[in-house]
């Protein structure tokens, strides 16, 4: 049997360079920003996962994807806190079942989540 593995996750973004730029200033994704074949590439520090940015259809609804990116953090507080002081806000913390989360949109509406869930 081939088992596939997730390799990247596009989005279809109406600012395409502000888009990237949400991802590399706040999560630390890696980009020259640079438009090739129509799309930006972000890799993340470990190299596991890469964000595709695509330009979105004019006719697209933004933020209205069932998807929501989820990144792991260790301490979630220290996260929200540095995430304020370079200008991104999170929402209340949540306490689930041994973790916590809390949730935020980038610049097209698309739902991001943080959460301690991988350290319980």
């Known amino acids: 049997m081939i088992t596939p593995s997730l390799q990247s996750i596009m989005i279809y973004a ?5 888009t990237a730029l949400f991802y ?3 999560f630390n994704f890696q980009s020259n920003k640079e438009i090739i074949d129509g ?3 972000l890799n993340s520090e470990s190299g596991n996962i890469q964000i595709l940015i695509h330009q979105a259809a004019k006719s697209l609804k933004t933020g209205q994807a069932n998807i929501k990116l989820v990144f792991s953090v260790v ?3 220290a996260f929200k806190q540095q995430a304020f002081e370079n200008g ?3 929402g209340v ?3 689930a079942n041994g973790y916590q989360f809390s949730n935020t949109k980038d ?3 698309n739902s991001i989540s943080i959460s301690s869930r991988r350290y319980r």
């Open 14 to 18: 109406k600012d395409m360079q502000k």
């Open 24 to 26: 590399t200033k706040h």
């Open 93 to 95: 913390t949540h306490q």
């Open 39 to 41: 799309l930006i590439e």
């Open 107 to 109: 610049p097209d509406g």
């Open 75 to 77: 301490d979630l507080n």
């Open 88 to 90: 991104l806000v999170f």
